[in-house]
């Protein structure tokens, strides 16, 4: 077996892992009445599912760094021997489901001494670097080697290297024995489950697992993107936020000339996770109140005559919506690194299943949303928020901000995204943000949110996106948190008071937000790489008044690690 070295000392291992420092997200337990409530086949359904994300978990342990098997077998004879600093380990291993994440702080943590984090995680070689990476794309291009390129640079393959060449191998070949594994499991769920259509969907997941065909992927998505009355919840989720190695492609003109001359669209690598759940019907319910709504937003969007998007202003909006009370969250979607997925709107405009008349899923996790400490809460707007302003702040408008958010991911163009490089995700997600504030007032209009409502989503939104510390440019969800909080400052969203508290310009917000999504989407329109950098630098920057919130929330919240406690999915995995 192999050995490693412990990083973290017992000192700052105890203090991580104490209450006060590490989130904890309750998820249902044992006996949870959602549980008890299902039919006794749904019951039997949902321990293979749970089953099924724990073997995506180990798959996705290793697509994001070639260590974390060896390393999670280390940490468990170690705990077996009595060695209390593999145990404190251990738990923050299981938390970020790795060894290296970043913490609420923004702070990176290795948990091994020597194992750093690489931009191609575990999807590329350990010794592979950029430029070399380029270096070799490009001589295979000349050689006439376009179809081991393309291989390459799919989303859905590992690289290895192949002598002097590189090649891809499609993740479902490479963890062939697994993914067969996962397969049996959602099968058994659909002789069990009572749901018609998840069964169908289970089998057609079930297929694209044992055969390396996109094509089969995407039959599976666009099924399961038409889920909306079942009782239980499991996606594959494929998203691509971490390979920061892809992305850098772009950055070199001859290679991106070369791979535009072969009709090569590089797309960054997936990584996935599971997620496993019960359909909550009341919240599901709630959700759908927007649908309606969406075809008038499609017509609102910025420059909509210049782009196809998913949601079309004449015809029914393809788009599902579910509340999930949550079981398990596994791999990408489970793994807490300084925060953790409220909700997901897939499949992803990369994904096949859009180009087959697909539509896409909102999935939305209760149990992460919950503010489980409200003392804390009333705590924290003490601190940052003008004392005349508490009366517009409620927990729940950051849920209803979070379904704009999550259904603006949706609007604007569909396509091209790719060649923003590093900067596609951060753009993407300022414009899922700004689209959910940019029509707040149309949708008062229209009688989907009060006047009352209107007010707290504003300031509930204005004031919960102040962060704790500067984040990293690899934080695409905080970047452009900064790039928010810079770029409504200067238009006077929002002023901090003489007593370093945050005073909200109510009636300025959406007009603002409206300007700044027109830029996101004419950036998205243009693909300029160059644009797209020059306008995160520009808004990226972290000010004085950021700092000044910035240190209260530290004062108030010591948290610096999350993890989940999933005691109905532990049952049932033992079952």
């Given at each position: 077996?192999?050995?490693?070295?412990?990083?973290?000392?017992?000192?700052?291992?105890?203090?991580?892992?104490?209450?006060?420092?590490?989130?904890?997200?309750?998820?249902?337990?044992?006996?949870a009445?959602?549980?008890?409530?299902?039919?006794?086949?749904?019951?039997?359904?949902?321990?293979?599912?749970?089953?099924?994300a724990?073997?995506?978990?180990?798959?996705?342990?290793?697509?994001?760094c070639?260590?974390?098997?060896a390393?999670?077998?280390?940490?468990?004879?170690e705990?077996?021997?009595?060695?209390?600093?593999?145990?404190?380990?251990?738990?923050?291993?299981?938390?970020?489901?790795?060894?290296?994440?970043?913490?609420?702080?923004?702070?990176?943590?290795?948990?091994?001494?020597?194992?750093?984090?690489?931009?191609?995680?575990?999807?590329?070689?350990e010794?592979?670097?950029?430029?070399?990476f380029?270096?070799?794309?490009?001589?295979?291009?000349?050689?006439?080697?376009?179809?081991?390129?393309?291989?390459?640079?799919?989303?859905?393959?590992?690289?290895?290297?192949?002598?002097?060449?590189?090649?891809?191998?499609?993740?479902?070949?490479?963890?062939?024995?697994?993914?067969?594994?996962?397969?049996?499991?959602?099968?058994?769920?659909?002789?069990?489950s009572?749901?018609?259509?998840?069964?169908?969907?289970?089998?057609?997941?079930?297929?694209?697992?044992?055969?390396?065909?996109?094509?089969?992927?995407?039959?599976?998505?666009?099924?399961?993107?038409?889920?909306?009355?079942?009782?239980?919840?499991?996606?594959?989720?494929?998203?691509?936020?971490?390979?920061?190695?892809?992305?850098?492609?772009?950055?070199?003109?001859?290679?991106?000339?070369?791979?535009?001359?072969?009709?090569?669209?590089?797309?960054?690598?997936?990584?996935?996770?599971?997620?496993?759940?019960?359909?909550?019907?009341?919240?599901?319910?709630?959700?759908?109140?927007?649908?309606?709504?969406?075809?008038?937003?499609?017509?609102?969007?910025?420059?909509n005559?210049?782009?196809?998007?998913?949601?079309?202003?004449?015809?029914?909006?393809?788009?599902t919506?579910?509340?999930?009370?949550?079981?398990?969250?596994?791999?990408d979607?489970?793994?807490?690194?300084?925060?953790?997925?409220?909700?997901?709107?897939?499949?992803?405009?990369?994904?096949?299943?859009?180009?087959?008349?697909?539509?896409?899923?909102?999935?939305?996790?209760?149990?992460?949303?919950?503010?489980?400490?409200?003392?804390?809460?009333?705590?924290?707007?003490?601190a940052?928020?003008?004392?005349?302003?508490?009366?517009?702040?409620?927990?729940?408008?950051?849920?209803?901000?979070?379904?704009?958010?999550?259904?603006?991911?949706?609007?604007?163009?569909?396509?091209?995204?790719?060649?923003?490089?590093?900067?596609?995700?951060?753009i993407?997600?300022?414009?899922?943000?700004?689209?959910?504030?940019?029509?707040?007032?149309?949708?008062?209009?229209?009688?989907?949110?009060?006047?009352?409502?209107?007010?707290?989503?504003?300031?509930?939104?204005?004031?919960?996106?102040?962060?704790?510390?500067?984040?990293?440019?690899?934080?695409?969800?905080?970047?452009?948190?900064?790039?928010?909080?810079?770029?409504?400052?200067?238009?006077?969203?929002?002023?901090?008071?003489?007593?370093?508290?945050?005073?909200?310009?109510?009636?300025?917000?959406?007009?603002?937000?409206?300007?700044?999504?027109?830029?996101?989407i004419?950036?998205?329109?243009?693909?300029?790489?160059?644009?797209?950098?020059?306008?995160?630098?520009?808004?990226?920057?972290?000010?004085?008044?950021m700092?000044?919130?910035?240190?209260?929330?530290?004062?108030?919240?010591?948290?610096l690690?999350?993890?989940?406690?999933?005691?109905?999915?532990?049952?049932?995995?033992?079952?």
């Amino acid at each position: 077996m192999e050995t490693f070295e412990l990083n973290l000392s017992m000192d700052e291992l105890k203090k991580r892992t104490h209450k006060d420092y590490l989130i904890t997200k309750k998820f249902l337990k044992a006996d949870a009445p959602e549980y008890l409530a299902l039919k006794e086949g749904d019951q039997l359904a949902l321990k293979h599912l749970v089953k099924a994300a724990a073997i995506l978990e180990k798959i996705n342990m290793q697509l994001d760094c070639k260590h974390n098997l060896a390393v999670k077998e280390f940490l468990e004879e170690e705990i077996k021997k009595g060695n209390k600093q593999a145990e404190l380990t251990k738990i923050l291993f299981d938390a970020q489901k790795g060894i290296n994440a970043i913490d609420t702080m923004s702070n990176p943590i290795r948990l091994i001494k020597g194992i750093d984090e690489k931009p191609g995680k575990g999807v590329y070689p350990e010794d592979l670097s950029k430029e070399e990476f380029h270096t070799v794309l490009i001589r295979m291009i000349k050689e006439g080697k376009v179809d081991e390129v393309k291989a390459i640079l799919t989303q859905r393959s590992v690289v290895v290297r192949a002598a002097e060449d590189l090649a891809g191998i499609d993740y479902v070949d490479y963890f062939h024995e697994d993914f067969a594994k996962m397969a049996d499991e959602l099968e058994l769920a659909a002789k069990f489950s009572t749901n018609s259509d998840f069964n169908e969907y289970l089998i057609l997941q079930a297929k694209a697992l044992r055969t390396a065909d996109p094509m089969l992927d995407a039959f599976a998505d666009k099924k399961w993107a038409t889920l909306q009355d079942t009782p239980l919840e499991f996606t594959i989720t494929r998203e691509n936020y971490e390979d920061e190695m892809t992305g850098t492609i772009v950055e070199n003109e001859e290679l991106s000339n070369l791979l535009k001359e072969h009709g090569i669209t590089p797309i960054p690598k997936d990584f996935l996770g599971g997620r496993v759940g019960i359909i909550n019907k009341e919240g599901t319910q709630a959700l759908m109140a927007i649908k309606k709504y969406l075809p008038t937003l499609a017509d609102n969007m910025p420059y909509n005559r210049e782009y196809v998007q998913t949601i079309s202003a004449e015809a029914d909006s393809e788009q599902t919506m579910v509340d999930v009370d949550m079981v398990m969250a596994s791999g990408d979607v489970g793994e807490y690194r300084g925060g953790i997925t409220l909700a997901e709107n897939l499949p992803n405009s990369d994904k096949l299943s859009l180009t087959i008349g697909g539509g896409r899923r909102n999935v939305y996790h209760r149990q992460i949303r919950f503010i489980s400490d409200k003392k804390k809460l009333q705590e924290r707007l003490d601190a940052i928020l003008d004392k005349e302003q508490h009366q517009y702040y409620l927990d729940e408008a950051d849920h209803w901000f979070t379904i704009g958010h999550e259904n603006a991911h949706s609007l604007g163009p569909k396509e091209g995204s790719e060649k923003l490089g590093k900067y596609r995700n951060i753009i993407e997600e300022n414009k899922a943000d700004m689209g959910a504030l940019a029509f707040v007032d149309l949708l008062t209009d229209v009688g989907m949110y009060t006047p009352e409502q209107r007010l707290q989503i504003i300031v509930t939104t204005i004031a919960d996106n102040f962060l704790k510390s500067k984040p990293t440019l690899s934080q695409a969800h905080r970047v452009r948190t900064v790039m928010q909080n810079k770029y409504f400052s200067e238009r006077g969203a929002y002023d901090i008071t003489k007593d370093g508290k945050i005073h909200v310009n109510i009636d300025k917000v959406v007009p603002i937000a409206q300007k700044m999504l027109a830029e996101i989407i004419r950036i998205q329109i243009d693909g300029d790489f160059n644009k797209a950098e020059q306008y995160v630098l520009d808004n990226f920057v972290w000010t004085d008044n950021m700092e000044i919130i910035a240190k209260k929330l530290q004062k108030v919240s010591k948290a610096l690690n999350g993890t989940l406690e999933t005691e109905l999915a532990d049952k049932l995995l033992s079952a």
